[in-house]
Structures are given as C-alpha cells and as structure tokens.
C-alpha cells in the first residue's frame, strides 16, 4: 500500500509542475521545473497501479480498462503479470485533461476530448499487445525515436532481469527443500 501512497503523491507533484511550466515565460525557470518532472517521474517510475491512474483521472477502474482494451491507453505489464498504466502516457493524459478543463472550460467527456486532442498528435502511443502482426511491429518502430526505443529495452531489460532473479530465487527455495 505504500507504493501506491508514495506513486500517487509523486504523480501529482509530477502534473502540477507540468501545469506551471504551461505559463511560464522564462527559459531558465522551465527548465528547473523540467528537471523537477524528471525527478518525480523518477519516483513514479515506468508505470501507474490501475487504482491510482484511476483516482487521478477521477473515473472508475472499470472504466479505465475499456480505454486499455480499445488500445487508447498503454499499459506495461509487470513481472508478475498485473497490466499497469505507462506513466507518460498517464502524464500526457492528465495534461491534456487539465488544459480542457481550465482553457476551454469542457467538463462533460473531458476524458474522451484528450484523448481525441492527444491522438492528432500520435499520443499516447498505444501499446503494442501480444499476436501483433509484423507489419504494425515495423510501422511501430519506425514511429518510434531512438530515445523511446532505448527507454523500451531498458523495460524490457528490467523485466528480463526481475523474471530472471525471480527463476533464481525460487530454484535455490528448491534445492534447500530437497537438501
């Protein structure tokens, strides 16, 4: 419970610097509160609990997942197999959805108007699913930049090495049962 604590407080220190860095003039400045997102994205890390996306977004967790199946919103999935929100993604989302509310004044089907807004600027990438066909693997990659690439291997990476540590420990539980 404490992840999700700790996650949730940094993923709105982490939308409120992005809303103040919207209005400031100043080059020097932004970039501080740049440096500050990083920070907090830093404690996010790469993805959200479902729950907390949820909570932040101010819609239920049943309705979040019909945006997660219609492939709008990307999800990682952890090691052990629980699907979570991408953490840029939900940034860009809250983003967006903060701009309609305080910019255009929209506060009926906010969340379908980001969506629509961020989609004409190919955000959020919708994540890639299990069974992609090669050909939308290759359009894919040659949407991506070489900074989301190497940020995908990363993950990738990660998840490798959790699995792997996961294997280890659990074959040396075994072979102490059996000694």
Known sequence: MARRDSVRRALEVAAEIRRAARHVGD????????????????????????????TALGVSVAALDRWIASGRLPVVR???????????ALLDLLEEVSRLREEEGIVRRVLAA???????????????RPNTPARELRRS??????????????????AATSLAGYGARRRARGSERGT
Do not use: M
Request: hydrophobic share 35%; net charge positive.
């Open 27 to 54: 080059e020097r400045v932004a970039r501080r509160l740049r440096r500050a997102e990083r920070l907090a994205r830093r404690e996010i890390g790469p993805s959200v609990p479902k729950s907390v996306a949820a």
């Open 114 to 128: 980001a969506f629509a807004r961020l989609g004409q600027g190919g955000l959020p990438r919708p994540g890639l």
């Open 141 to 158: 990659y040659l949407a991506s930049t070489p900074v989301e690439r190497l940020r995908e291997t990363a993950e990738l990476s990660y």
């Open 78 to 88: 952890r090691p052990r197999g629980r699907e979570e929100v991408e953490a840029a």
